[in-house]
């Protein structure tokens, strides 16, 4: 498979101008990806402190901008595209009665979530994934997506399993629960896609003192939040695509090392890593030799 996922610094809300950041990544971007994955609240920046603070950025379903944008990127690469949005679930009375007066109605409260949307290479929408686990950040104005995780079928690509937060759930849940490993697990999915905001408490100014390595904090806390899936004894590699901003939005810090690995029996095959810091479109091919092999020290060596 040719897989993608792109790694930037949107600055909060500056959405056009995050498009075009976005646009300038993928100029030269090759038309045999299969799939491209974004992070999080790819266009709008993460840290909104409250619902009227990111209002004027929150999308209908699967129809504002940002969908436009992955419809349209969708079928200029040919390939699927996922990328995070702010959605407001626009309640259809609402809708009807703006189509008819021709007018936008007054603003009413209405469920908020941290999106993704997933679009076929033709343009079809085929999903609109809700976060299920919320970070405190989204707590300000988003609610906790009631469908859980996501697993679907990809033409081409097989059964996939898509999540935003690997964390315990509201960090209270026990951490041998490992929610979303064990989904990925029960999904029998062979493609996991994770678009993520993930952040760092580190010191900004030793952080970016190496920016171009890979946050390896983050990177090993993700292995060992995913280590079921990658423990499992399967006969297929399981791929696994995690698409992570960088930068700083007020105290916030987010940790970039986008990465794209295939796990199996304990083994991880790394096919890519992007530093804590850069602007990049990382592509892979996962039929090829991985750059670098891991391997999980043997549970019983653990004991």
């Not at 040719?2 to 993928?26: F, K, M, T, W």
């Not at 859980?148 to 315990?168: E, R, S």
Request: glycine share 6%.
């Amino acid at each position: 498979m040719h897989l993608a996922c792109l790694q930037y610094n949107p600055s909060l809300g500056e959405v056009a101008e995050n498009i075009d950041r976005a646009n300038a990544l993928l100029k030269d971007a090759p038309t045999n990806l299969d799939l491209l994955l974004l992070p999080e609240m790819a266009f709008t920046g993460y840290n909104f402190q409250s619902r009227s603070h990111i209002r004027p950025y929150l999308e209908p379903t699967a129809s504002g901008v940002t969908t436009t944008w992955a419809q349209e990127t969708a079928k200029a690469l040919d390939c699927f595209v996922v990328a995070g949005y702010p959605e407001r679930l626009v309640p259809a009375v609402e809708q009807n009665a703006s189509d008819t007066q021709g007018s936008s109605t007054p603003w009413a409260p209405s469920p908020c979530y941290n999106s993704a949307v997933l679009v076929s290479p033709s343009g079809e929408v085929l999903a609109n994934y809700r976060k299920h686990f919320l970070y405190y950040t989204d707590e300000t104005w988003a609610e906790e997506g009631p469908e859980g995780f996501f697993t679907g079928n990809l033409a081409g690509l097989g059964k996939v399993a898509m999540g935003m937060d690997i964390n315990p759930h509201k960090f209270t849940a026990p951490w041998t629960l490992l929610e979303f490993a064990n989904h990925v697990l029960s999904s029998t999915a062979s493609l996991v896609l994770l678009s993520m905001n993930w952040t760092t408490h580190a010191d900004p100014d030793v952080f970016f003192h190496d920016r171009e390595k890979p946050d390896l904090d983050s990177w090993k806390y993700w292995i060992t939040r995913l280590e079921p899936a990658i423990r499992a004894d399967r006969s297929e590699e399981l791929i696994i695509i995690i698409a992570n901003r960088w930068g700083q939005e007020g105290s916030i810090l987010y940790a970039g090392t986008s990465t794209i690995i295939g796990v199996k029996n304990g083994y991880i095959n790394i096919y890519g890593m992007l530093e804590r810091a850069s602007d990049k479109l990382m592509i892979v091919d996962s039929e090829k030799p991985p750059m670098m092999t891991a391997r999980l020290l043997p549970k019983d060596y653990l004991q």
